[in-house]
């Protein structure tokens, strides 16, 4: 029953290098979300999900971009990172036939932009 | 749109005083009311929730009942432990134009309870 899992949990990279975030959830859920969250800022959503093969822009999208070519996988990409994507991103799934239901989180990815 | 303002942290305790963590929401529709909890280093996690006026969630000795004359889903808890120090976030679940649930958190409250 591993819920949310993302991969990896720190990181450090340089000015102008590129990754992926990776999240998979073993819940059979639709929705699939990525935050970043900063101090004093709470959590912003950056993209989100409502199925496999779909995406969608959420609050700030810029400089990212994403994935969902399986339903359980949700893929966050930096092309070029830059300092100010400092923060600790996590992801969350969801149920969404039912608004009641809540997100489950993942436990986060600590990422460090130098 | 759709919001949630919670009270400022962060929020210090003596153990076994009582708690109150004030949230109150504006939305377009009839959302669903939750609170998330976050323990340092950690994810969210769903700590309660209320779908309808007037229904109470509880867990783990917190409970929030939805005012919806108030507008407002207030955090409670009789008696914190030094475990309870956490950050409390505050969400709503409502629907957004496209007709997908969209979920507005508020910017969360550091509890610290002290021995």
């Known amino acids: 029953n591993a819920g949310v899992t993302q991969t990896p949990k720190f990181r450090v990279l340089k000015t102008g290098q590129s990754m992926t975030l990776l999240c998979a959830q073993d819940m059979n859920h639709e929705y699939m979300y990525w935050y970043r969250q900063d101090p004093g800022m709470g959590l912003r959503l950056i993209h989100y999900?409502?199925?496999?093969?779909?995406?969608a822009k959420g609050e700030v999208p810029d400089g990212y971009n994403v994935s969902r070519l399986k339903k359980q996988n949700f893929l966050l990409g930096l092309e070029s990172a830059a300092p100010s994507q400092t923060s600790v991103y996590f992801c969350?799934?969801?149920?969404?036939?039912?608004?009641?239901?809540?997100?489950?989180f993942g436990s986060g990815t600590r990422l460090t932009v130098v | 749109g759709d919001s949630v303002t919670q009270m400022e942290g962060p929020v210090t305790l003596s153990e076994e005083a009582f708690l109150t963590i004030n949230c109150t929401y504006t939305?377009?529709?009839?959302?669903?009311l939750f609170w998330y909890v976050q323990y340092p280093g950690e994810g969210l996690q769903l700590l309660l929730k209320a779908t309808k006026a007037d229904d109470k969630g509880s867990n783990k000795g917190f409970e929030a009942t939805y005012r919806k004359e108030t507008t407002s889903f207030h955090l409670e808890k009789g008696s914190v432990q030094v475990s309870d120090s956490a950050v409390y976030f505050c969400a709503l679940s409502d629907r957004d134009s496209g007709g997908y649930q969209k979920v507005t958190f508020g910017t969360g409250t550091k509890l610290q309870v002290i021995p």
């Open positions: 999900s409502v199925g496999e093969g779909t995406t």
């Open positions: 939305a377009t529709g009839y959302p669903s």
């Open positions: 969350a799934s969801s149920y969404q036939r039912d608004r009641s239901y809540g997100y489950t």
